[in-house]
């Protein structure tokens, strides 16, 4: 299966919000395979300990819920391109902040739709800062290997956070627009310097 070329990890980003740094583009906003093509692992955790893939395809049509099958070919082609540099953003994001946290695996649940979540827990190497916990959603496959469909940050599901912004555009102006909206956002993530 295609795989995109990821980085580390993880975090939730408002597709209008602060722009991260970023260390190069993964895609070409118009070619965006299913899942990426490089492990991804956790910040502050032994690379064996826990890693996944990004399945930046189901994101992409979950993102969208119900429009995504509205969509030609082509525009969800597109569309999963794009959505998968501003997940590459958004974690190159959290990844930075991440570095201040002493991150700790927590427990695996299975939930009623076959996914797994899997919870997180970051204490501060600061102790004046706040502790912080997150869960990933995820599929496994058949040789076992995790898929990221989506991660929770206080009780905020990223995806869910896109799809507000993302149905909102659509339905007052339309697809292009958005995909218009989205590529600015992300020639200002990959502008700005990394921090």
């Not at 899997?118 to 869960?135: H, V, Y």
Request: proline letters at 5%; glycine letters at 8%; one cysteine or more.
């Amino acid at each position: 299966m295609a795989r995109f070329i990821s980085h580390s990890l993880l975090g939730a980003t408002l597709l209008w919000g602060a722009s991260p740094g970023a260390a190069g583009e993964p895609v070409s906003p118009d070619a965006a395979p299913p899942i990426s093509e490089e492990r991804v692992h956790v910040v502050g955790l032994p690379e064996h300990k826990w890693s996944f893939f990004f399945d930046t395809e189901t994101m992409a049509a979950t993102s969208l819920k119900g429009q995504w099958g509205n969509l030609t070919e082509a525009e969800q082609k597109r569309f999963t391109g794009l959505m998968a540099q501003l997940i590459y953003h958004a974690f190159q994001r959290f990844q930075r902040e991440l570095k201040a946290y002493e991150v700790t695996l927590g427990a695996e649940e299975r939930r009623t739709d076959g996914w797994f979540e899997r919870k997180f827990s970051g204490r501060p190497r600061d102790p004046k800062d706040l502790s912080l916990e997150f869960t990933l959603v995820f599929s496994r496959d058949e040789r076992g290997q995790c898929e990221l469909k989506d991660w929770i940050r206080d009780e905020l599901s990223t995806v869910t956070v896109y799809r507000s912004q993302f149905l909102k555009i659509l339905r007052n102006e339309g697809f292009p627009v958005l995909i218009e909206k989205m590529r600015t956002k992300i020639k200002k993530d990959t502008a700005a310097p990394a921090g």
